[in-house]
């Protein structure tokens, strides 16, 4: 539909499709009325959606940690020995079903925003092929690098931190990018630079081509 901001202009012209689970779905502007968005699998879920404080849309941003969270799960698992793969950190973690969604999120927390940390836990446990794929590897710290900033700040220096500093959140960059498309498109180039391919790119700016082409035709009529 016009104006949606999740297709960037593009409406059923250009592209159509089924839509189904309509109480999982979203308005034309990211944002749900009627549910929560604690919806899905906590393990594969964005850290933000499992904590108990409403947000304001769903962005690209949540949907791309979740790809992430389904890549490390993907390396991590061994398809021939369930007790080993049962044993892993992660599996570990996310298959407990005593650990409560604050806990996934600290869980989370501790493993990706610390470069060292997520090595101890998460990727020292890959599967030999993922492991030994350097390649792989230096991909999955870029994503990390651009979905979980790391705090560089001391303790010190946070206690320093007066209130107004806080109340900031960053409300510039989400007014510029309100569905966290930047950030997406980082990804993606990570992901396209390791497969040797430009797909996930060319998509992008097909459909950024599609949009500016649908908005100078509405300007023109």
């Not at 593009?10 to 979203?26: A, E, K, P, V």
């Not at 960059?173 to 396209?192: H, V």
Request: glycine letters at 6%; aromatic letters at 10%.
């Amino acid at each position: 539909m016009d104006g949606c901001v999740l297709t960037g202009g593009l409406t059923d012209n250009d592209r159509s499709g089924t839509l189904i689970d309509w109480n999982l779905c979203f308005n034309a502007r990211g944002e749900s009325s009627n549910r929560a968005f604690r919806s899905g699998t906590p393990a594969f879920m964005a850290p933000v959606l499992l904590e108990d404080k409403p947000i304001h849309r769903r962005t690209l941003a949540h949907d791309m940690e979740s790809f992430f969270a389904v890549i490390i799960w993907i390396a991590t698992l061994d398809y021939f020995d369930e007790a080993a793969f049962l044993a892993k950190p992660l599996a570990m973690t996310m298959l407990d079903k005593r650990n409560p969604p604050m806990e996934i999120v600290n869980f989370k927390e501790n493993w990706f925003n610390s470069r060292k940390s997520f090595r101890k836990w998460i990727t020292d446990h890959f599967e030999s092929r993922y492991r030994k794929d350097k390649g792989f590897r230096k991909c999955l710290a870029k994503l990390r690098e651009i979905l979980y900033q790391e705090d560089d700040l001391d303790q010190e220096d946070d206690l320093d931190l007066d209130d107004d500093l806080g109340k900031n959140d960053n409300k510039v960059t989400e007014g510029a990018d309100p569905m966290k498309e930047g950030l997406f498109r980082q990804c993606m180039k990570e992901i396209d630079d390791y497969l040797n391919e430009k797909k996930g790119v060319d998509e992008m700016q097909w459909i950024d081509s599609q949009a500016q082409a649908s908005h100078i035709h509405l300007g023109e009529s």
